[in-house]
């Protein structure tokens, strides 16, 4: 995020140096400040317990360097004022890292094992899968350059040749944060396209597949040029270039509420499919739930939302966005843990039955079959069954669970979830 001249804002200055007769590394315009403000105050010249402590002395100084000085001079002071004051260093710096760590790990190991259930690429659904977990590796090997920069400490404490390089960073981490969440979405889509027939379903299907595609072009440039010239992203905090930005905190939670309603939109569509299974109640609610996993990553996305809302007054942006952060890089690789959910199923049924726990048959539905136009007798294996003309391509399953696993019967049909 850019920052504002305005970022030191109900900080305090260095008045102790003052007081002390050492304004070694203090900058001019805030000497300049600290006179009248400890003329204005009860404080004795010495008592700094009393400087440090007394908020209407503090508040006066500050609203004098905020209209003096530069914002390299304000972190200056309200750096030296925290050493004088000895006011404690907040460090998070290894949260962001540690995260992506944790959970690229999953990621990487989920998607590994569905690429192995086939021998190459079978579908579009495939394609975005690869593009989302790519992005998602480069949103969580980004945190380790700008947690090293000092993201996660308060921004006076962070060296001011460091700001520049935070802000370089995270620019290109919300150009992949945003190709990953797009990617995932479209995956699941294309997967729905294959597996539902019903006529106005897919109808809805490429409507919201547009959308998502919108979704994606809109978002990229407005985190790609949102400043103008673009370089102003990461140097126009310093106030010392000249440029203009758009209102970037707007920008993101519109992005993130947009990206919610396309995912309540996404797990509500096949639902109604799903519910006119005709299936024991126990498994009809298994498959349904199995459909609805994706709602972990929409109650992140909603997380996510309220940290955005929460850092869009921040004054002190390198401390309060790192949970924007944390939750963006979650965000990314649950979701594509979630889309390789199935295959690793898939696989776990097929290890227990090799050690002859369960059995494991990818054979039990026959694929020569568009539809079925009317109940199926009891000695199928299949137990997706409707009375009435269903909506479920069994013929694309089959081909699907070729190289994905989406078997059909009662042992796996929750393999062909969404997440």
Known sequence: MRLSIVCLVAYTLLLPL???GNTTGLPTCASDCLNPAIAGSSCSPDDTTCICNDAPLQQNATQCVLTQCMPKDQLTSKKNMDYMCHVPVRDKTQTNTIIAIIFVIPAVISSAIRISQFSELSGFEDGFMVMALISAILVGVLEIPIDSLGFGKDIWHVPLSNITGILKVSYIIQLFY????????????CLYLRIFPNPGLRKALYALMTLVALYFISFIFLAAFHCIPVSFTWTGWTGETKGSCLDFNAIAIACASINIAIDVAILALPLRQLAGLNLKPIKKILVLMMFSTG??????SIIRLKTLVAFSSSTNPTWD????????????FIAVICINIPAARRLILK?????GVGSYN????????????????????SFIMKPVPANVDHEALHRHDSHRGLIHDERSIDSSSRC
Request: glycine share 2%; aromatic share 8%.
């Open 18 to 20: 003052l007081v002390l």
């Open 178 to 189: 945003v190709t990953s969440i797009s990617s995932y979405k479209m995956s699941f889509l």
């Open 295 to 300: 709602s972990l990553v929409l109650i992140v």
């Open 321 to 332: 966005n790192v949970e924007t952060g944390v939750w963006s890089s979650l965000e990314c």
């Open 351 to 355: 290890t227990l039955a090799r050690f």
């Open 362 to 381: 990818r054979d039990t539905e026959p694929s020569n079959s568009h539809s079925y136009r009317k109940r199926q007798p009891p000695a199928t294996n």
